[in-house]
């Protein structure tokens, strides 16, 4: 089990940058990896990116010039710092936790969401 505690959304301009923080606590905290989705209106969730608790990570190829994932293995924490954000980057980011075997990753456990809005 882990509970996912995401904070850091908000409201920013074009060109802007933000970090979002997620706290993982539970049994599975430290074993799986950590990740970040996204959800515009209208569209499907995506993954944004995925860090293994080794420290390797995977990205949405059109976000991985912007955007840079990290994890803090003592606090149980991961980050996502965005940077130069455009209006398409303007969706609610949820947080995820899941088993990474090879090269399938798997989200299982999910944080409530924090809204990104990116806005002039």
């Known amino acids: 089990q882990v509970h996912l505690v995401e904070s850091g959304g908000g409201l920013v301009q074009p060109g802007d940058s933000l970090t979002l923080s997620c706290a993982a606590s539970g049994a599975g905290a430290g074993i799986y990896a950590l990740a970040w989705h996204r959800q515009a209106p209208g569209k499907q969730r995506e993954l944004v990116a995925v860090?293994?608790?080794?420290?390797?990570?995977n990205y949405t190829d059109s976000l991985k010039d912007r955007f840079t994932i990290s994890r803090d293995y003592v606090k149980n924490t991961v980050s996502l710092q965005m940077n130069n954000l455009k209006s398409e980057d303007t969706a609610v980011y949820y947080c995820?936790?899941?088993?990474?075997?090879?090269?399938?990753?798997?989200?299982?456990?999910w944080g409530q969401g924090t809204q990104v809005t990116v806005s002039s």
């Open positions: 860090i293994s608790r080794t420290g390797r990570t």
């Open positions: 995820a936790s899941g088993p990474w075997l090879r090269s399938d990753y798997v989200p299982a456990y």
